[in-house]
């Protein structure tokens, strides 16, 4: 079989940044703010400076060792759906947006809980997209609950796996509380949640007890550094690289301390401080370049891998943002990384669209061909094939034609091939068919409904964990599904 393939570094290229960024974890170190965890690192070699610790080059690759080389994911229903490593690879929509871009207003608004239970339906509905996530930041729910609720509406609609994360302390118990009412999710995980060092080299308090609940409870932390290229990183991708792998290291060493075998994904979020304008650019060329770099360090070591690519810093659905999408989901797809988050974003990975989503559905789909590439045997050879149709005939009839050409050519659903007589004079036609395919999946309710009896156990479980100020939110959910 061929496939296409991209490599940025060599092995000597990841060996010497592997061995700068140990360096760096045992001469600098890295900040953690809490006693108990640098007990724990202490115990296993570190030293300890007030609240920096520096990590032994031995230490990291004990940590390496330990980490699981294979995630398994379930669906709500607990049916084993994605395998996270080798060359395994699933999108899922970016997440954690706190705007949306609303095509009636034509305007970027602050998203609601209801924006995202439709988000959730959409998300439900399409075949590239593998995974849900808690895209949107819900504005209207109060900010203590607000990491947790947003898993009310996505596991209402929809039977596929979640990348979510906490913005609490005790945010991590509690989601896995939510989780558990309709799933084992320690037996079966369904989510992975996401956890972020602060460039440079630091731990928050809460990202770090979100790690520390992670490992503890023993669900999927996805680790994702975020070193912004000029800004909270050195300017060069070498430097960026470096810190960004070493934070990598400091949060799966964390991990292992905690609890041996705690499964760990090697993520991240690389950007670049554009120097002219100050925007945070996700989807820059240098910014892709780290996060292809990193990649290839994760999978040296069997690591499940994820990246924020397939997605745009551009502010509307325009040219700028299918080049960046485009470009970003065929490199990741490329390159093989298992987690690929980004499709529906915008606007510095600050803005959600419902439309930019369906046409990311096909972009992924674009990707994902190019990655499967073709095989080269008798069938696909064709010889005799070629011989029977001869000089000058064609193969559209064919039976060979008719035979492969399903699962040979793919065919989108949105994106324009009809003749050019066809051709509309109406602006914008991509983007309105867009629109009008959200409309019809929300109208139509196309998605996977829980069963009443576990409705019931989640929304009990909501009350209980979010207090009872939640009972409006369900209501508002339950209005616009014509749940009586």
Known sequence: MARPFIEVLGREERKIIHEAALKVLNEVGVKVPDANVRKELKDRGALIEGDIVKMPPDLVRWALNKAPKRIEIFNRDGKLV??????NIYFNPGSAATKILDYGEGKIRDATLIDLLKFAIITDSLRNIAFQSTALVPSDAPIMIRDRIRLYPILLVSSKPIVTGAFTEDGIPAMVRILDAVCDIEKKPIAIFDVCPSPPLKWSKITLKNLVDCAKIGVPAEIIPMPQIGATAPVTIAGALVQHHAEALSGI???QVIREGAPVIYGGSPCLLDMRYGTPLIASPESILVSLAYVELAKEFGLPTH???????????????GVESMMGAILAAMRRINVISGPGMLGFENVQSMEKLVLDEEVCGYALRILRGFNIGAEELAIEVIREVGIGGHFLGHRHTLRNYRRQLY????????????MSAKRGELLRRAHEYCEKVIRERRCSMLDNERLRELEKTLVEVCGSDVKHFIKEVHKELRIS
């Open 307 to 321: 990246t924020y690519m397939c997605l745009a810093d551009s502010k509307r659905i325009d040219y700028q943002a």
């Open 82 to 87: 994605a395998v996270l490593s080798e060359d």
């Open 411 to 422: 065919m989108p659903s949105l994106f324009d091939r009809t003749p050019l007589s066809r």
């Open 253 to 255: 060493t964390i991990a």
